[in-house]
């Protein structure tokens, strides 16, 4: 089971966007703001609540309460009402569109999704400014650290919905994906992470995935062939090397293992 956070950590790193204005804007207290009922977004937005409450509502149906410690994504094509609170509303703002639109990753990136940050962020707060400053620049450079800097948001945003909802096993499972990363090139069973830590298979193999959207020895397999991946192409070493190298003694076995997951044979990457 993929979580929301997980899949659009995918979509942004498999669909470009192209990142237009950076905004911050007040509105005033109790307000109804009805621009866009009529004339539908023609952008993704990322929206990050920094004052008061508004409820925003898309296409009549959608709605959405925000306060500090809330983002909102995407919202392309969309009729959209926003209902501001008593104390009105304030809100950094980030226009975005996926560079093919028609894609699964797009379409997924053009939904709305709320998520969870800590309700006072000073990295986003910061992040938020630096963009502003570069997205006033018609200097190339900055223009792309407007982008780079998108990336780092979102990343940022997506990696505290992550925390928000793991907040009792994250430790536990940076610490199981970081030994994981030492010792990839020696044997490895679920029995063995899981006792590592005092737990059940069962249990732990849940939090794992709940974390990081894959099984530990999904995890496991994909760290070991994405570091054979880089060795390959360096076109320094054979196949049997590689294999040994990132923790299967089996040749044949690590090469099936290869093009089941990578879509070629592991001799296709060596130069």
């Known amino acids: ?74 919202g392309m094509q969309k009729k959209l009402e926003i209902h501001t609170g008593s104390q009105g509303f304030e809100y950094g703002l980030l226009h975005y569109i996926p560079v093919r639109i028609g894609t699964e990753n797009a379409q997924r990136l053009m939904e709305v999704q709320m998520l969870q940050t800590p309700p006072q962020s000073p990295e986003l707060v910061q992040l938020l400014e630096k963009l502003q400053k570069a997205s006033s620049s018609p200097d190339t450079m900055m223009l792309l650290e407007k982008k780079t800097l998108f990336y780092q948001l979102i990343n940022r945003i997506l990696q505290s919905e992550r925390m928000q909802l793991n907040k009792s096993s994250y430790s536990l499972v940076e610490e199981a994906t970081a030994y994981i990363h030492d010792h990839f090139d020696e044997p490895i069973t679920l029995h063995q992470l899981a006792e590592r830590f005092g737990l059940k298979p ?30 390959l192409m360096t076109g320094q070493f054979t196949v049997a090397a590689v294999a040994i190298s990132v923790g299967y003694q089996d040749a044949y076995y690590f090469s099936r293992l290869f093009k089941k997951h990578k879509g070629s044979s592991p001799g296709f990457f060596q130069f």
């Open 1 to 74: 089971m993929a979580y929301p956070h997980e899949e659009l950590a995918q979509a942004f790193v498999k669909q470009p966007v192209e990142v237009f204005g950076v905004y911050r804007t007040e509105m005033e207290a109790s307000t109804i703001y009805d621009g866009h009922v009529d004339r539908p977004t023609t952008k993704c937005a990322v929206i990050i609540s920094l004052r008061g409450q508004a409820e925003f509502i898309f296409n009549d149906t959608e709605r959405f309460k925000l306060e500090p410690g809330k983002v909102l994504l995407g």
């Open 202 to 231: 069962k249990y732990f193999s849940s939090l794992f995935q709940r974390y990081t959207g894959i099984g530990p020895i999904d995890y496991l397999i994909q760290y070991r062939l994405n570091r054979a991946h880089e060795l």
